[in-house]
T-cell receptor
Framework: AQKVTQAQTEISVVEKEDVTLDCVYE???????LFWYKQPPSGELVFLIR??????QNEISGRYSWNFQKSTSSFNFTITASQVVDSAVYFC???????????????FGTGTRLQVTL | DSGVTQTPKHLITATGQRVTLRCSPR?????VYWYQQSLDQGLQFLIQ???????AKGNILERFSAQQFPDLHSELNLSSLELGDSALYFC????????????FGEGSRLTVL
């Protein structure tokens, strides 16, 4: 069975600090996709990034960066110079069913609540 | 704005009642997913449709049912409601290709009193 673990329930940082959100996954699929979503206080789920299992290159998008390490089954998310607007719940997710060739559902972790204060 | 529309945004009802949640996917997306988010269960996958056909089923109760119509919009029917069904129900859509990202609506918040 697929599983995503986000061990950090809540993190509090002061603005401008860097923060890393951890994500560890389990899957038997050889091909899979990993995602990060953000859920701000308003409640919607916002897509941040997708990474497939064959691409271990780290990715940077502005203040956001992602570190995918297949050897440790981890897909960590770092926010550099955090801002108050980054306060949200962040979810890591894993897609399954890739080998069946169908568009697949996401299995989500329990989320990490990030609180950025001034 | 993800392009996924969910109605109603808020719904308050009583135990034993039945409600219908509606979802319009992004233009061109063939796949629709329903998720339930509650404090104790987190984000739980309920069911997926692809071009009108049920494609995958998750932890969906027998009291719940869903369908996707020819115009690709979807409805989630919740019946014999219990207090524990109070949650945020999300609809998401995707193009339907393998590994595609899901785009979520703003959710329908159901409160059962």
């Amino acid at each position: 069975a697929q599983k995503v673990t986000q061990a950090q329930t809540e993190i509090s940082v002061v603005e401008k600090e860097d923060v890393t959100l951890d994500c560890v996954y389990e899957t038997r699929d050889t091909t899979y996709y990993l995602f990060w979503y953000k859920q701000p206080p308003s409640g919607e789920l916002v897509f941040l990034i997708r990474r497939n299992s064959f691409d271990e290159q780290n990715e940077i998008s502005g203040r956001y960066s992602w570190n995918f390490q297949k050897s440790t089954s981890s897909f960590n998310f770092t926010i550099t110079a955090s801002q108050v607007v980054d306060s949200a719940v962040y979810f890591c997710a894993l897609s399954e069913g890739i080998n069946t060739g169908t568009a697949s559902k996401l299995t989500f972790g329990t989320g990490t609540r990030l609180q950025v204060t001034l | 704005d993800s392009g996924v529309t969910q109605t109603p945004k808020h719904l308050i009802t009583a135990t034993g009642q039945r409600v219908t949640l509606r979802c319009s996917p992004r233009s061109g997306d063939l796949s629709v997913y329903w998720y339930q988010q509650s404090l104790d269960q987190g984000l739980q996958f309920l069911i997926q449709y692809y071009n009108g056909e049920e494609r995958a089923k998750g932890n969906i109760l027998e009291r719940f049912s869903a369908q996707q119509f020819p115009d690709l919009h979807s409805e989630l029917n919740l019946s014999s409601l219990e207090l524990g069904d109070s949650a945020l129900y999300f609809c998401a859509s995707s193009v339907g290709t393998v590994g595609g990202e899901l785009f979520f609506g703003e959710g329908s918040r159901l409160t059962v009193l």
